[in-house]
């Protein structure tokens, strides 16, 4: 198993991803709380994205969905930002971090690795989201629902893989995980 852990990283590493790292499932945190703070509307897409509660799923149909499998292969993009009250720097470091996502996702599943890609943020791939029209989603196999979504605590998630949550003027940090079954 020790190899594939480090084949799975090194493909991480090779698409971009500053950090990366094999956890078991039964590791990962929840906190329901954070479903809340999605009703909140803080980021303002409760409602308007697929990707996004209450859409994405229930509570409970998330978290069961991840323990259907045993690792989650954790990885982290930190992108430095030129001006920390321009929203545009962040929107390109998460579209840069989902991207790096899918075609992690993607390489797996080219090694037979069958696999559920959870990302960072909502899901940018259409500039408007078909929900908002009731139409059904237009590229659902490219679609990530969010950590938040899930309910994932991603600063507990970042200590339990011994990584830091960088925080600050110059850097942002975004986390996504890939779970699949060794």
């Not at 720097?89 to 899918?102: G, K, P, Q, T, V």
Request: proline letters at 2%.
């Amino acid at each position: 198993m020790e190899n594939l852990n480090e084949k799975l990283t090194q493909i991480c590493y090779n698409y971009g991803a500053n950090n990366a790292r094999i956890i078991n499932v039964d590791q990962i945190i929840f906190n329901r709380q954070m479903r809340e703070w999605c009703k909140d509307n803080v980021c303002g897409n409760y409602g308007k994205n697929y990707a996004c509660p209450p859409s994405a799923g229930t509570i409970d149909e998330l978290i069961n969905k991840v323990k259907q499998y045993s690792k989650a292969l954790i990885i982290q993009t930190i992108s430095e930002i030129n001006n920390f009250e321009d929203t545009a720097d962040y929107d390109d470091a998460l579209e840069f971090h989902n991207m790096i996502m899918l075609e992690i996702r993607d390489t797996l599943r080219e090694l037979n690795i069958e696999n559920h890609a959870i990302g960072g943020g909502h899901c940018r791939i259409c500039s408007m989201c078909s929900c908002l029209y009731g139409e059904p989603c237009k590229f659902p196999e490219k679609g990530m629902i969010s950590l938040s979504a899930y309910c994932i605590d991603v600063g507990k998630l970042a200590t339990t893989c011994g990584l830091k949550y960088v925080k600050d003027s110059k850097t942002v940090t975004y986390f996504g995980l890939i779970l699949f079954n060794d």
